[in-house]
């Protein structure tokens, strides 16, 4: 069970090779360190979602037949949506525990 | 625009249909001594041009690889005189005009044509494979 | 996005220069029999030769910007005498290389993605 006060850790087990930017978050601290966390993966996902928008649509009108290209994009766009869920649930699983507490 | 895989395959797969199509016509004329127009028959040719662009023309992110088309099928053959003086179009001499068409060199077209057709399948047919591998991504 | 730098943006590019080569190879073979027609191919190996370096023209930076793609002139020996550089028998082999190749990272991003989705669901 995820120590309410604590901060989220949004830092997954990396994947990619150290170095990369998966691996660089800084723990956050104080709650500003939330809200810029989270604000950054938003913009990460409106991003992706973006990306992913692009590309059904210049697929759809036959600017490019890349298959395979197109089908990375939407992955991506899921994957990190998926991400953002989670982060999510977290943020919201603490907020209810922090309302359970007794002031 | 032909600009796609598929596209520049499926161009090859006519161009060559066209020239099996010119050369069965062509063998299939090999006697005929006497055509509606007057004359023997004349051996024809499929003129095959590519519409890929000048090397070195790689347009952002796609190849700009095209594919190629007929522009034209022409008349290339002219008359061989063989001597059959019996034969109902012989002169007086007893030379009849035959179309020049040789078929020996029609089966060796048609062989190459043949296996430019079917290696255009194949290329589909990867193309068709690679599609279907990347549209399990993620699956 | 930073979970894709890395591995998986290379993994892409590699999947988009499959995709042009494979529409490069269409072409050539598409053009097997088009008198004057020479053959070109799309080069990427980990290190490209001196020669390869110095021949043919490098591709649109933005395509595969972590990737060594260089666009030449590939002529097939042939005995033509129309100027054609196309042997069907040398451009199958290399259509097949390229489609296993493109089909073999399409398979490890697969992987990559489904870990990463493990990994964020807190799964094995």
Sequence with gaps: ?103 | MADDALSISASALSVQRARMNVIAENLANVHTTKTAGGGPYRRRTVNVESEAPAFGTLLAGRSGARGVRVTGVVETGGARPVYLPGHPDASREGYVQMPDVNPIVEMTDLMAATRAYEASVAAIQAAKSMAQKALELGR | MSLFTGTIELLRQGAVVAARRHELLAQNIANAETPGYRAQDLTFAGELSAAQQVRGVPIDPSVAPDMNVRLVESPDETLRSDGNTVDIDRQMPRLAENTVYQNTLIHILTARFKSLRSAINGQA
């Design chain 1, 1 to 103: 069970m995820a120590d309410p006060i604590a901060p989220i850790p949004v830092s997954l087990p990396p994947v990619e090779a150290p170095g990369g930017r998966a691996a660089a978050r800084p723990a956050p601290g104080p709650a500003s360190g939330f809200a810029d966390t989270l604000r950054g993966v938003i913009a990460e996902v409106t991003e992706s979602q973006r990306a992913a928008d692009a590309a059904a649509r210049d697929f759809a009108t036959g600017k490019t037949t890349d298959v395979a290209a197109t089908m990375i994009e939407m992955e991506k766009a899921s994957v990190s949506f998926a991400l953002m869920l989670q982060v999510r649930n977290r943020l919201l699983e603490a907020y209810q525990e922090i309302q359970r507490i007794q002031v």
